[in-house]
T-cell receptor, first 115, second 111 residues
Framework: DAGVIQSPRHEVTEMGQEVTLRCKPI?????LFWYRQTMMRGLELLIY??????IDDSGMPEDRFSAKMPNASFSTLKIQPSEPRDSAVYFC?????WGGGEKLFFGSGTQLSVL | KQEVTQIPAALSVPEGENLVLNCSFT??????LQWFRQDPGKGLTSLLL?????REQTSGRLNASLDKSSGRSTLYIAASQPGDSATYLC??????????FGTGTSLTVIP
């Protein structure tokens, strides 16, 4: 398996623009997580899905952030409008069926810079 | 809410030394604990996973232990090498099916 695939690797945009980050989880995994990492706050969970259904989005900072998972192999995280404070590395991660012994696998991340 | 703490935040050792990284968590009702490695500009790579019923896991020069009752885990690295330089994070998977991460320990192994 190719692992968790994220795109783009880098995104530079101007304040006010819409940004869409994409993620393809590992095939067969039914949990998908979106994290944001900054030096100041470390890794923060934004939202996670189980079987394509959002379970907990309490980490989504504002209404400007939205996430979808239309099918088991694809998820998006959208920021509209973007702001400079959104600059961070955004990670997608996936895990297999709940059972206690499943590892969490991360993508390579999207480095977002909002100017 | 589960809180995960890693001490120290940074560690510098000469090559060849054995070292221990610490991870503590506040809620012992966990399903597993995972140690990750993160290289600069890269994602997180899973190193070891310990299930709540286990006491330790080993992989090569790495050994992770878990004491659930006291809320502690350690990652032991034997005979450290410069290639071990990275940030090491622990993450706890709780019964609510979320992963809680520590802030990491930045390790530098000096040749």
């Amino acid at each position: 398996d190719a692992g968790v695939i994220q795109s783009p690797r880098h995104e530079v945009t101007e304040m006010g623009q819409e940004v869409t980050l994409r993620c393809k989880p590992i095939s067969g995994h039914d949990y998908l997580f979106w994290y944001r990492q900054t030096m100041m706050r470390g890794l923060e969970l934004l939202i996670y899905f189980n079987n394509n259904v959002p379970i907990d989005d309490s980490g989504m900072p504002e209404d400007r952030f939205s996430a979808k998972m239309p099918n088991a192999s694809f998820s998006t995280l959208k920021i509209q409008p973007s702001e400079p404070r959104d600059s961070a590395v955004y990670f997608c991660a996936s895990s297999a069926q709940w059972g206690g012994g499943e590892k969490l696998f991360f993508g390579s991340g999207t480095q977002l810079s909002v100017l | 809410k589960q809180e995960v703490t890693q001490i120290p935040a940074a560690l510098s050792v000469p090559e060849g030394e054995n070292l221990v990284l610490n991870c503590s968590f506040t809620d012992s009702a966990i399903y597993n604990l995972q140690w990750f490695r993160q290289d600069p500009g890269k994602g997180l790579t899973s190193l070891l996973l310990i299930q709540s019923s286990q006491r330790e896991q080993t992989s090569g020069r790495l050994n992770a232990s878990l004491d659930k009752s006291s809320g502690r885990s350690t990652l032991y690295i034997a005979a450290s090498q410069p290639g071990d330089s990275a940030t090491y994070l622990c993450a706890v998977r709780n019964t609510g099916n979320q992963f809680y991460f520590g802030t990491g320990t930045s390790l530098t192994v000096i040749p």
